[in-house]
């Protein structure tokens, strides 16, 4: 799991759904004889791409998760077994979690699986329990559905004792994975897209935490900036109202446009996102000073929100309540510019001086969608 994917989210409604669907298909109307070997349960595409001869997981991150914490529940419960096929079950198990010699024989300190999820601050916990088997001292979300596993494998074991390798090996045998390995990150990212129109699609925001992450470690200040990080979400969350996963991405657009105006670019066709902050090995984005750029825009537009009188006077919280009504925002990248530019080293503005601003750009924008209606 790479470092810019999400933190693990589901919760016991996810897992009892996965549950409950894998039960049906591999025990139709409760009964053995009723499953079909030849048919099919389809879990979900698996989109990855190589990187440093490792793949790396862009979609099918939770649901894969939540699996290996429902295989190595059996392995744990299979351990005591000692009948042919409970035996066979749990080294077909074992292949699926740990890495094996060339003989075959499991290594349990070598998982298949790796999280290297920048702001999963239990990930660890995650891997641990798949190592042990254990997840008693634990309290994330991993441990929470891993006991909901055993729960429900305790009570599957007890109703259907002589039958219990069975559900492990119809999920090994007949639920599927769809693997798609694409060419390149980007690929990988397009495909997602495309595929999941239910889940939520990486935001350009966690491509870019993974690269501030990346520089905050080398410089041992992991913890600050996760603490950092997570203040900027929140504030990016109440600010800017989005309806998807992309309130965090909206602070990188505004910012880009003064990015944009320092380097004199005045070229009317905005690249996206991404292929703007990704030049040069997404060299922006290895500095203090963005960060911190980044930090005081968003307490501006936080500012505005709020309506601060600390911040702004009358006369210019009236100019921007009426920019709030405007067509489309580019008022809003405008206004981003111009905080960038005449800000104080207090991150503070001249009401008099913006306010004019306001009032131009105001007319400016009015008077566009006026010509253009």
């Not at 589901?10 to 897992?15: A, F, L, M, T």
């Not at 740990?98 to 891997?127: M, P, R, Y």
């Not at 991993?142 to 004792?161: H, M, Q, S, T």
């Amino acid at each position: 799991m790479p470092d810019y994917q999400r933190p693990y989210a589901w919760g016991e409604d996810e897992c009892q759904t996965l549950w409950k669907d894998i039960f049906d298909f591999a025990f139709p109307d409760k009964e053995l004889e009723k499953f079909n070997s030849d048919e099919e349960y389809f879990l979900g595409p698996i989109v990855t791409f190589e990187n440093n001869k490792k793949l790396e997981v862009i979609d099918g991150q939770q649901r894969l998760t939540t699996l290996m914490l429902l295989l190595r529940v059996f392995y744990k419960r299979l351990e005591k077994m000692k009948d042919e096929n409970s035996m066979r079950t749990k080294q077909n198990l074992a292949q699926c979690i740990w890495k094996s010699d060339e003989f075959g024989n499991e290594n349990k300190e070598k998982l298949k699986i790796d999280s290297q999820v920048a702001l999963d601050e239990h990930k660890n916990e995650f891997l641990e329990i798949l190592k042990t088997g254990d997840a008693k001292d634990f309290k994330s979300q991993y441990a929470i559905n891993f006991r909901y596993f055993e729960k429900e494998v305790d009570e599957f074991l007890k109703e259907y004792p002589n039958y219990f390798a069975y559900l492990p090996t119809r999920i090994l045998n007949n639920c599927i994975l769809l693997p798609i390995e694409a060419d390149n990150e980007k690929t990988a990212l397009r495909i997602f897209s495309t595929l999941n129109d239910r889940g939520k699609p990486l935001a350009d925001a966690d491509i870019f935490k993974a690269q501030f992450y990346k520089f905050y470690v080398a410089k041992n200040q992991k913890d600050e900036f996760i603490e950092k990080w997570k203040n900027l979400e929140i504030l990016c969350k109440e600010v800017f109202s989005k309806k998807d996963n992309t309130s965090t991405d909206e602070i990188f657009n505004r910012y880009m446009y003064y990015q944009r105006a320092l380097k004199g670019n005045k070229n009317s066709t905005t690249e996206s996102l991404r292929d703007f902050y990704e030049k040069d090995s997404y060299a922006l984005l290895k500095s203090d000073r963005t960060f911190e750029d980044l930090q005081n825009l968003g307490g501006f537009w936080q500012a505005i929100s709020i309506q601060d009188k600390n911040y702004f006077d009358e006369n210019t919280l009236r100019w921007l309540f009426i920019l709030n009504y405007a067509p489309n925002i580019m008022w809003a990248n405008i206004t981003s510019v111009y905080f960038m530019k005449n800000r104080d080293e207090q991150n503070q503005l001249d009401n008099i001086k913006f306010a004019k601003f306001l009032e131009k750009i105001t007319a400016f924008i009015f008077c566009i969608f006026f010509y253009i209606s």
